[in-house]
């Protein structure tokens, strides 16, 4: 059984464009969580969408927004990148909100420079 | 607002040692403690869980104890192998949302 894939692995950036991320859950799962693990900081909860809807977000400005796609794969869009938005995002999945099942993708790392 | 204390930042065992990593929690409202461990270029995966009803839970070399009163939860590891070298995330959850600590990162020495 295939796991989380995202991509790209890498994405340099320059500081105000745009930065586009995506993730296919497991197959079966319906629920997709972003996740922003900067240095230090551990794992900050961004958005998590449920079939098809934006269910829940952290606290991040507007500029970090998503969508989830009838396949239930998901895209994370960072607009008016900033610096400090260099980290690695994580895509996890799960069965309809499940927390016990939450399986994590290897992450995209984006530098902003 | 760090709901979720994690420590030691890092932690150096040597191999066959039990290295315990602990984490502090300020929501009561919390009701799902799982831990992750992460590998270098690898997304984190659920190691073991527990709900606040127990106090002790164990699969395999990992243990998690769990002390509701005072708001705490530890992971300890047994006979620790060079493997088990890897960053270790403790989190909590009341809902569909993991709040997780900073990591602990471990190394084992041979």
């Known amino acids: 059984e295939a796991g989380v894939t995202q991509s790209p692995t890498h994405l340099i950036k320059t500081r105000g464009q745009q930065a586009t991320l995506r993730c296919s859950p497991i197959s079966g799962h319906t629920s997709v969580y972003w996740y922003q693990q900067a240095l230090g900081l551990g794992l900050q909860f961004l958005l998590w969408y449920d079939e098809g809807e934006e269910r829940n977000r952290g606290n991040f400005p507007p500029r970090f927004s998503g969508r989830q796609f009838p396949n239930y794969s998901s895209e994370l869009n960072v607009n008016a990148l900033e610096l400090e938005d260099s980290a690695l995002y994580l895509c996890?999945?799960?069965?309809?909100?499940?927390?016990?099942?939450?399986?994590f993708g290897s992450g995209t790392r984006l530098t902003v420079v | 607002q760090q709901q979720v204390k994690q420590s030691p930042q890092s932690l150096i065992v040597q191999k066959g040692g039990i290295p315990i990593i602990n984490c502090a929690y300020e929501n009561t409202a919390f009701d799902y403690f799982p831990w992750y461990q992460q590998f270098p270029g690898k997304g984190p995966a659920l190691l073991i869980a527990?709900?606040?009803?127990?106090s002790e839970k164990k699969e395999g070399r990992f243990t998690i104890s769990f002390n509701k009163s005072a708001k705490q939860f530890s992971l300890h590891i047994m006979d620790s192998q060079p493997g088990d070298s890897a960053t270790y995330f403790c989190?909590?959850?009341?809902?569909?949302?993991?709040?997780f600590g900073t990591g602990t990162r471990l190394t084992i020495i041979p």
């Open positions: 996890a999945s799960s069965l309809h909100a499940s927390r016990e099942g939450y399986t």
């Open positions: 989190a909590a959850s009341k809902d569909e949302k993991l709040t």
């Open positions: 527990i709900r606040p009803d127990v």
